[in-house]
C-alpha cells in the first residue's frame, strides 16, 4: 500500500496535479508515518507554492533532505537566517551541505543577498565543481564577477565529471532498458501459453521472490515508466533470493538450473557485475569446469554411472557436474526434496511441490512434475513474475517444442529428449559467449555516445557562457561578438536575442537593442526575459505606441511578474505621469523584493518629482540586492551632484565606473562632478576616453567643449562644437554654447544667429530663458554664462 500511494503521489507531481498530490501524501503520511514521507509531502507543497506548509511541517527535522527542503521553504519566505542555520548547523560545523551541487547553489543565493559576496562566490564554484552542468550558479558568478573563463569551467575535468557521473549509472540504465524489452517481447510471444492472474502472482512470492515481483508489479501496475527510478536500486534480498534459486535449481539435479541461468542473465537482473558472473557460470559448467565460489551451499553432486550408455556414450553434456537424468521415477526422492525445500525456502511458506506430493502420497511422477516445471504447473509457478514470462522463451530447445512439453511424454519421446541434450549445451553456450560479446558492444557504444555528447553540450555552454560573462563585465562589443559565433538555431531563442539586445543598450545603440528585442519576442513571446529593458529602450526612443502595446501585452501575460509593471511604469513616465508611474515600479517591488532594477526606476522617479531622500533610499535598496547594479550608484550620484555635495558625487560615480567601464555616460558625469571639484585636467582625461568609448554619444563632447570654455581654450572648445554638430544636428544646448563663445570673442552677428538656431528648435523653458537672457546681454562683454 505503501508504495503504491508513493507512485501515485510521484506521477501525480509529474503530471501537475498538486492537489491530489498533496491530498494522497497525507493519507500516506497518516498510513505510514515517517519523515521520508513527510518529505514528499513538503515537496507537493513546495511546488504548489505553499511554502509555509512545507516551513512548518520540516522544522525541527534532521535528515539531510529534509534539511535541504526546510531551507528551501525558509528562502522562498525571506527567512535567510533560518535558512543557512538548515544548510550549515551550528552545532555541526563540519556537516555536509545536504543535495550536493543544489545544496551549494542554494547557500550561494543566501550567502548572496546577505552580502557575503566572496562566500556566495565559493558555493558557487564548488556547486559547478560537483554538477559542471548547473548553468544556474555559472550565471550568478557572473553577476557577481566572480566568473572563470569558462574554457576552466566547462573544459577537461567538467567533461571527466559528468563522464564518471554517466557511466556509473550505465550499468543501472542499461538493464533497465533491457527488461522493459523483454518484458514488451515476451507479453507477446506467451500472450496464448500464459495469462497473468493474482493467482500465479502468489504463486511466484511463494517460490522466495517476493520483494523482486513486488517492485516489478508496482510499475507494472501503475504503467508510469518516469516512475522506474524508485525502484531501480539493486536490493540484496532480490540477490538473496535469487542466489536461492540457483542453489536450489541446480540441487534439483535438472537441466532447470540452465534454464534459470538463462533467465536471469538475459531479464531481471541485467546489471553488469551479475550479467558477467552468470556468464562465467554457465561457460564453466559446460567446460566441466568448477563453478565460481559465489555459491557456497551448493555441493555437486557426484557422477551417476548410469549417465552412460552401453555403448559408453554420453547421453547428456549439459553439465558434467549434475548428474544426468536417469528414468522418470528413480529422478529425486521426497525425502531429498523436503531437505531441499525446508533449508532454502523456510521463510516462504510450505512450497507448493510439498503439498502436492503430499496429497499424491506414493505418487513419485507427479512429485517429479513438481520439481522439473512439468505442464502447467511451471506456468503457475513462473507466469506471476517476469521470470515466468521469460521461462517460456528461454526453455525452447528445437524444432519449436518446448523442454517442459516434451518431458510429459515416456520412451521413445524421453530419449529423443536426451539426445537432443548435447545440442542444447552448444546452443546455450553460444548464447551466453555471444550475449556477453553484445553487452560489451552495447557498453562501448553507449559510452561512445556520452562522451560525444558531452563534448557538444561543454562546448555549446563555452560559447554561452564567455558571452555571458563578458555581458556581465559590460564589455558589451566582445560579447556580441561571442554570441554570433554561436549556430543559428540557438542563437534565435528567446535568452540568447536578450542578451544581445541588452548588450546593445548598454552601447546606446537603442535602435539595434530594439530590433534584438522584436526578435526574442517573435521567438519566445511569452517570455518576459529582459522585457523591463525593453520597455526601457522604447522609453529613450520615445516610441510611445510600441511602449503601450507592449505593457498590455505583459500585463496580459502575467499580472505577478515583476517585469510586466516595470514596462506599465516606463509608459506612464514617458507620458509625464510620474506619480502613476512611481506606482507601477512600487508594485513590481512588492511582487519581487529582489528585482534591482525595479528599485532603480523607482529611485529615478522620485529623483524626477524631486523627493531625493525616499529617491535615495530606493537606490540603497537596489544596491543590498545587487552590489554590481551600477545604474543605482549612478542614480545616488546624480542626486548628490544635484545637492552640490560633490565628493559624495564623485564616489559614487566611481563606483559605478568601476563596475562598467564602458559607460559614456557614466564618465560624462564623472567629468563632470571632477571639473565642479576644480580638476579640470582630469575632467577633460575622463572626457577623451568617454569620447573614445562612444563617438555617437554627444554627451561628453559637449561636457569637453563647455570645460575648455571654463579654461579659455575657445578654439578648442568650438572646434568640438563643430564636430558635435554633425553628430547631434537638432541639439539646441550645442547652438547655444556656440552663441556664448562667440559673444566672448566679440563676434556678436554670428553669437547672435547661432541664440537663434537654439530658439528655433525649441528647447525645454529653462533653457529657453537663459538664451533670451545671453540675446539681452550681447553686449555686455564681461559676462559670459558658464552654467552646464
Not at 538463462?262 to 567446460?287: D, H, M, P
Not at 517444442?401 to 519421446?413: L, Q, T
Not at 546624480?638 to 559624495?648: G, T
Amino acid at each position: 500500500m505503501e508504495a503504491m500511494l508513493v507512485d501515485c503521489v510521484r506521477n501525480s507531481l509529474s503530471h501537475f496535479v498538486y492537489k491530489n498530490a498533496i491530498f494522497m501524501c497525507e493519507r500516506l503520511c497518516a498510513e505510514f508515518p515517517s519523515e521520508v514521507n513527510l518529505q514528499l509531502l513538503a515537496t507537493s507543497y513546495l511546488q504548489n507554492n505553499q511554502a509555509y506548509n512545507a516551513y512548518h511541517l520540516l522544522k525541527g527535522t534532521q535528515m539531510a533532505q529534509s534539511r535541504y527542503l526546510f531551507a528551501l521553504s525558509c528562502y522562498q519566505m525571506d527567512l535567510l537566517n533560518e535558512a543557512e542555520s538548515a544548510l550549515c548547523p551550528l552545532n555541526e560545523p563540519g556537516a555536509e551541505i545536504p543535495n550536493g551541487a543544489a545544496g551549494h547553489y542554494l547557500l550561494g543565493l543566501i550567502y548572496k543577498y546577505t552580502d557575503r559576496r566572496k562566500n556566495a562566490a565559493q558555493q558557487f564554484k564548488q556547486s559547478l565543481t560537483l554538477d559542471p552542468l548547473l548553468w544556474a550558479a555559472y550565471e550568478e558568478l557572473c553577476i557577481l564577477g566572480a566568473a572563470e573563463e569558462p574554457s576552466a569551467v566547462f573544459g577537461e575535468a567538467a567533461a571527466l565529471s559528468i563522464q564518471k557521473q554517466y557511466m556509473q549509472q550505465l550499468p543501472s540504465s542499461l538493464g533497465l532498458n533491457t527488461y522493459n524489452d523483454e518484458r514488451n517481447t515476451t507479453s507477446v510471444k506467451n500472450t496464448s501459453s500464459e495469462d497473468y492472474s493474482p493467482r500465479q502472482s502468489k504463486h511466484t512470492q511463494g517460490h522466495g521472490l517476493k520483494d523482486i515481483s513486488g517492485n516489478f508489479h508496482s510499475h507494472g501496475l501503475n504503467g508510469g515508466v518516469s516512475n522506474m527510478s524508485f525502484y531501480n536500486t539493486p536490493s540484496p534480498v532480490a540477490a538473496q533470493c535469487l542466489h536461492c534459486l540457483l542453489c536450489y535449481t541446480f540441487s534439483a539435479k535438472d537441466g532447470l538450473a540452465n534454464l534459470s541461468l538463462t533467465i536471469s542473465s538475459e531479464s531481471v537482473f541485467n546489471v553488469s557485475g551479475l550479467a558477467c558472473y552468470l556468464t562465467t557460470y554457465i561457460w564453466r559448467t559446460l567446460s566441466g569446469m568448477a563453478p565460481p565460489p559465489l555459491f557456497r551451499n551448493f555441493q555437486p553432486a557426484v557422477p551417476n554411472q548410469n549417465s552412460l550408455t552401453t555403448d559408453n556414450s554420453p547421453k547428456s553434456t549439459v553439465n558434467s557436474t549434475i548428474q544426468a537424468p536417469a528414468p522418470r521415477r528413480k529422478f529425486v526422492d521426497e525425502g531429498k526434496l523436503r531437505k531441499i525445500s525446508g533449508r532454502l525456502f523456510s521463510d516462504s511458506g510450505p512450497r507448493r511441490s510439498s503439498r502436492l506430493s503430499a496429497d499424491s502420497g506414493a505418487n513419485t511422477n507427479a512429485s517429479v512434475a513438481t520439481v522439473s516445471g512439468n505442464g502447467n504447473n511451471t506456468s503457475k509457478h513462473l507466469g506471476g513474475s517476469k521470470l515466468g514470462s521469460l521461462g517460456l522463451r528461454s526453455v525452447t530447445l528445437r524444432k519449436g517444442n518446448s523442454w517442459a512439453n516434451e518431458n510429459m511424454d515416456e520412451g521413445v519421446r524421453g530419449e529423443s529428449f536426451d539426445d537432443s541434450r548435447p545440442n542444447t549445451a552448444s546452443t546455450t553456450g553460444s548464447m551466453a559467449s555471444s550475449d556477453a560479446k553484445s553487452c560489451d558492444q552495447e557498453d562501448e557504444i553507449m559510452s561512445q555516445k556520452i562522451t560525444i555528447g558531452i563534448s557538444e553540450i561543454l562546448s555549446l555552454l563555452r560559447t554561452l557562457g564567455e558571452g555571458c560573462r563578458l555581458s556581465y563585465m559590460y564589455k558589451c562589443q566582445e560579447a556580441l561578438d561571442t554570441f554570433m559565433n554561436l549556430p543559428h538555431k540557438h542563437y534565435n531563442t528567446g535568452w540568447v536575442l536578450s542578451q544581445v539586445g541588452k548588450a546593445y543598450f548598454e552601447l546606446i545603440d537603442y535602435l539595434e537593442a530594439e530590433k534584438a528585442f522584436r526578435q526574442a519576442r517573435q521567438a519566445s513571446p511569452y517570455s518576459l526575459e529582459g522585457m523591463d529593458i525593453y520597455s526601457t529602450v522604447l522609453y529613450h526612443l520615445k516610441e510611445d505606441m510600441k511602449l503601450s502595446y507592449l505593457a498590455q501585452e505583459l500585463i496580459s501575460t502575467d499580472r505577478l511578474a515583476p517585469q510586466s509593471w516595470c514596462a506599465m511604469g516606463n509608459c506612464y513616465s514617458l507620458q509625464k505621469d510620474h506619480e502613476t508611474a512611481l506606482k507601477n515600479f512600487l508594485r513590481a517591488v512588492q511582487l519581487n523584493p529582489r528585482f534591482a532594477y525595479a528599485h532603480t526606476l523607482c529611485g529615478h522617479e522620485y529623483a524626477t518629482l524631486e523627493d531625493f531622500e525616499n529617491g535615495m533610499k530606493s537606490y540603497q535598496n537596489a544596491l543590498r540586492v545587487d552590489t554590481r547594479h551600477y545604474n543605482a550608484w549612478y542614480g545616488l550620484g546624480m542626486i548628490y551632484l544635484r545637492q552640490e555635495k560633490l565628493e559624495f558625487s564623485e564616489h559614487h560615480f566611481r563606483m559605478a565606473f568601476l563596475i562598467n567601464p564602458s559607460s559614456s555616460v557614466i564618465m560624462s558625469y564623472l567629468g563632470t562632478a571632477l571639473h565642479a571639484l576644480k580638476r579640470s585636467e582630469e575632467a577633460l582625461e575622463i572626457m577623451e576616453q568617454a569620447i573614445l568609448a562612444d563617438r555617437k554619444n554627444p554627451l561628453p563632447m559637449y561636457q569637453k567643449a563647455n570645460i575648455l570654455v571654463c579654461l579659455e581654450r575657445l578654439d578648442e572648445a568650438l572646434e568640438v562644437l563643430e564636430e558635435l554638430k554633425e553628430y547631434a544636428p537638432s541639439e539646441s544646448s550645442v547652438y547655444a554654447l556656440m552663441g556664448r563663445i562667440y559673444k566672448r570673442r566679440n563676434m556678436h552677428d554670428k553669437a547672435m544667429l547661432h541664440f537663434g538656431l537654439a530658439l528655433d528648435m525649441k528647447p525645454p523653458a529653462t533653457d529657453v530663458a537663459a538664451i533670451k537672457a545671453a540675446m539681452e546681454k550681447l553686449h555686455v562683454p564681461d559676462e559670459i554664462d558658464e552654467s552646464p
